[in-house]
């Protein structure tokens, strides 16, 4: 689960360079056992280095050129690396410079460069850029799905620091005020939008070449603050194309937005003579596909049997999971950070193909999500129709309950992740729930563990 060679490694490169303290790096790794990630992703989620800081310290621990911020792609170069390779290596090309292509990644292996830069038939130079900035183009540019964050939203999560600020306030008196812990639903639907987009404007056709003022460079690092990377914004789903009858109330509709007025200048285009090279996707060799995870259901006594003896975060996922498909016909993993709850994992009806993990909600609004996080406890009962449910529905294929079962897992006395559970199309949920609430418990104990161990 953690790369306990390399991850804290960074970590300790940061507080010799006094940008980071050690209580933070103790939080941010607490924070990665949690939500996985690498460090620097747990680092820039809680605030406790800038992104720019961190950049440069990768830079030096590799030896590489860096890249931050909101980073635009030559959309000449996409047509380089297949999309398949490009979500396998998480990598991104990114600017064609004189006969060298750069490419974005968050780590550097030589083998995989070589081989690349022999496909290509130019030299492909490693550009490092925080991990979570890599995703990002991998959503716009590939429609590669990678776990969102609370990171990807602007949101800081709060939740289970209040210890840490407590000891700080009385060593150096009070911090100052943070922002607001939830992130209002209206922007979170924009956003999240705009994150989904990427997908359906590659499908459609390439995002035109914009002109773009000339950017100047400091060791890999950009001096200008670009615009954020923005797709065409896609149709909000209507509510008539989920049926009337598998939920209760009513929605407002959301804003109409125009489809072509949030797309942001991108680099200019390398010169045509720099791109003979032939686009190689259609030669490029597929790679074997990876046998499919059991997906067998377990019972209860299988399920904590298996539990006692996980180390690793998604095995964890992946056996509760398991557990709850002998309960129900669909069950997805959702991570609760800073007001937003994302999707992680899911069995079932409608999860294949990374589903589970276009799956983001605002906790701001009143709803079942949100009254499992107040309560800490769990919910059984139909959907409401508002925004964020039938957008949650429709990502899930559209199969409509009659009611849902939430389940919260609790870390250090808040709800750090959720489990949703249903029996598919107009179908009641389980209501044994007796095994489940035992299970998510044991779920609880199993993570406590895993920080302890950290």
Known sequence: MLDTFQMPRIGEFLIAEGQ????????????????????????????????????????KQLGAEVAFGDLQVDPAVLGLVPAHVAARQEIVPWVLDKRRLKVLCVEIKV?????????IGRTCVPVIAPEFRVF?????????????????????????RAERRRKKSEEQGPPPPSGPELIDESAFNDIYQQMMAGRAAQSDQPMPAAKM?????????????????????????????LPDDAILGEATPWPARDAGADEAPV????????????????????????????????DFKQALQALSGVTDRD??????????RSKAARALLLQVQGGVALGWDGLGEGMQDGAARRVAMALADESAFSLVVKTRSHFIGPLQRTES???????????????SAIFPILHRGRVSHMLYLDNGHKEQAPTDVGEMLILSQRISQRVEQLVRER
């Open 389 to 403: 449910n039938i957008r949650f529905l429709a990502t899930l294929g559209k199969k409509v309950p009659k009611s």
């Open 315 to 324: 095995e964890i996922a992946h056996i509760v999971l398991r557990a709850s």
């Open 20 to 59: 980071l303290t050690r209580d933070g790096l103790e939080e941010a790794l607490d924070w990665q056992v949690l939500y996985g990630g690498r460090i620097g992703t747990n680092l820039l989620e809680l605030q406790l280095t800038e992104e720019a800081d961190l950049a440069h310290a990768l830079g």
């Open 136 to 160: 990002q183009l991998l959503r716009v540019h590939y429609g590669a799905m990678r776990q969102m964050r609370a990171l990807d939203f602007g949101v800081v999560p709060q939740e289970g």
């Open 111 to 119: 083998e995989d460069f070589d081989r690349l830069s022999y496909k």
């Open 267 to 298: 680099a200019p285009a390398a010169d045509a003579e720099e791109l003979t090279t032939p686009a190689v996707a259609e030669s490029w060799p597929q790679e074997p596909t990876p046998p499919p995870p059991v997906e067998t259901p377990l």
């Open 213 to 241: 003022p000339a950017m100047s460079w400091t060791h890999g690092i950009s001096t200008r603050a670009a615009p954020p990377i923005l797709a065409r914004v896609q149709e909000p789903e209507v509510l008539e194309e």
